[in-house]
């Protein structure tokens, strides 16, 4: 390890650009960015998708494609890494600096063992007498300690898909942190994890720079996660670094336009009762009191439910044998116009829910009632009747609209399904529909790929409401979107919900996103739905432990309350750290 | 795991039936019947009758095909009307020859084209990886029978190294013993085999070096040289695996053109001579034989799929336990 002076940066990054050579000409992905990271400093990359930060990350260790033309300087302990080449490249990869990836279920070697994994990284490093001396499986097992795996002897001998998403995320800390690196690079370490997993894997990082003295620099989309544990944030957008400061400066007062508008954008949990309690946000408080109408008069109990669920049952058969339980005895009532949102970790069964409503999938046992008709018993023209009532919009928009269909005939489909036979008419609704989510005529010959992922989704949801449907499900609508794509989103779906009083199935994993549209708001954990209830009381004062850990567990873009919250967290539970 | 192999030996028992009912169906459509074909032009309607009787032709098919399940069951294949000779015992003497000859050349195969799919993959969208393309390309669009008539006139003809006929013998030692015989045999039914490994094995290769793990093996510093063999390498193997079980039939039936083009006495010749002569007993027992060959083989492909991938493994050994319980 070369030492470094108290000044000197771990990481020194000097008017760093990045093009790829494509066949259409060159492509600029990052262009003169410059930052330094010093030692025990967690230092924020962050930006939406396509702003260069996961370039730039792998730039440091020269992982780019081989179509990448990387210039400006790159100082890893004082040693310029561009200038590195294949030996000596190789014995600055993972043991200067190591790295961490987004998805825990491909970063590892699927047929090779964790411990084979680890040792190997270890051996990478070592000279050939410590090949021959060092006890690599005791050190893979404290390395697995350390990271928080239980019954690390056992886990060295199982392969990657033994392992949960969170345990590998550890692994794959462990296989970092093997050789001890004064720099971690971690490339959205937990986008792809629950949060109760992500809360786990933040703190694991914490605990490394603090014990150990480790730099991280992390690259991520997410405000909270920033507000939760980084020291200093870079703010990049189309490849350029637009600003940088201390993250509470940052927070508090944002130098950039581009900033601002970032943080704007960012749904944050509590807000909206804030904004209300103050009477300041009046047009989240219009919405409000609009649909309580809608949802306080169905409860005489006089019209039929838009969507209710009785003891519903959906198992899947598992390689195991015994079925899994996706749904486990649900019941679940939604009112004409009221917007439901269903929120839960992956694997909670929420996505199978809103299937069944669909009727996409028929419950094993247990009963789904659209508006006071079984979905069981709707065939034919009745059931084609009952499923023109019905709306939905996916998460992922490029693959849910057909690539060969120009954004007109997308939304013009349901109406030919629900045979709405003249064309002016057809037109005319499409025109209507399209300008409802505020996407302009320039569009409608236009093909979902030459959209922007926001516009496809709102075209999915122009869709979905094309035939009026009086219930709209919307699982993960904006998952898969950028937070400030996501904003005009979730502005278009709440408006639209106020016009047009459809009831919404609101299916997210985000509590902040459920937080902003929602009224009422159910929580479900494995098949099961364990709390029901208006938002604020759950979101605020939930009577289950698990709901009261989901809430602690998401992160808040505001890293002064983010400090109180985990200061709460820590004292309250200590569960599901292992997770 | 034993109880998976059962399972797909139950399996393959019904495959191997249905087949023999479909072709025994099929030849029953063909017009004419054998009679004429084993009998000759000059046969009296008389004669012919007698043939149709003596063999059960008169009788209706369901009962023609229960006669032959029956005695296919006690282990009897029925006899050549031609070569005055049981089918087993023809089967017996000429299935190991061409098992000998589909081995060697799927060996030859497998050793040619996996490197070289390999080498082309690191190498990818170099000249070299572009020529070899070429050459698999031209080399898998080659009909078994052309290439053999190329390799003859090349081999024995314009550069005399090789003799023109296989080898010819009674058992395997006798054809080992001619190795110089062997050699264009073995190549001719290689060729197509190696254009669609080599090809194979690059895409999976290919792949592999995208994925993810590849990338974590990169950033903790592991040599290139462990990471393709290490990493991407077995990883490719699975898909190559999965791919030669299901090539053992198509192995197979190159080697029976390869063995008419080079006179070699295997099962290819048989099913041949068969087929000319209308020699039904034999052309079934040789279609049986196939279906048994291709059955086993993508067995074999799946078991050592179960050897290489723990992901396999333990899916199918908690199935199998799953399938006790209930």
Redesign the interface.
Known sequence: MSATSDNEPVLRVDGLSVDFRTSSGPVTAVSGVSFAVREREIVAVVGESGSGKSTTAMAV?Q?LAPNAHVSGGIQLLGRDVLALRG?QL??????DA??I?Q?PM???????TIGAQLV??MR??ATPQERRSRDFRAEAVRLLHRVGIPEPERRLRQ?P??LSGGQRQRV?IA??L??RPRLIIADEPTTALDVTVQAGILDLLRDIRDTDGTAVLLITHNMGVVADIADRVLVMRHGELVEQAGTERLFAAPSHDYTRALLAAVPKLGDRDRATDSGVDGDTKASEVDTGNASSEPDTGAAPAALELTDVVVSYA?????GLRALDRVSLRLAPGEMLGLVGESGSGKSTLGQCALGLITPDAGEVRVFGTPLRRARGRAGRALRGQLGVVFQDPASSLDPRMTVAQCVAEPLLVHRVRDRAERARRVAELLDAVELGSAVHHRFPHELSGGQRQRVSLARALVLRPKLLVADEPTSALDVSVQATVLDVLTRLHRELGFACLFISHDLAVVDAVCDRVAVMRAGRIIEDGPRRDILTNAGQEYTRQLVMSSPVPDPVRQRRRRGDRAAGTTTGAAR | MWRVVLRRLLLAAVVVFLVSLITFLLLHLLPGGPARGVLGPEATPQQIEQFNHDHGFDQPVHVQYWDYLTRLLRGDLGASYTLNSPVGTLLAQRLPRTLLLTVASTLLAILVALPLGVAQAVRRNSRFDYLATGLTFVLYATPVFFLSLLLIIVFTQLWPVFPAQAAQGESIGELLSQPRSLVLPVIAGAGATVAAFSRYARASVVDNLAEDYVRTARAKGTPERVILWRHVWRNSLTSVVAMLGYYVPVIFGGALVVESMFNYPGVGLLLWNAARTSDYPVLLGVVLVIAVATVVGSLLADLAQLLIDPRVRTAQSSRAKGAGRS
Request: charged share 20%; proline share 3%.
């Open positions: 260790l992982l030996e190789r014995r600055v990869r993972g043991k190591a790295m990836f998805e491909t970063a590892l070697n699927p047929l090779h190997e990284a990478n490093h392969y898909h033994q794959v296989v970092a093997s050789c598992t390689g195991r044998g015994t």
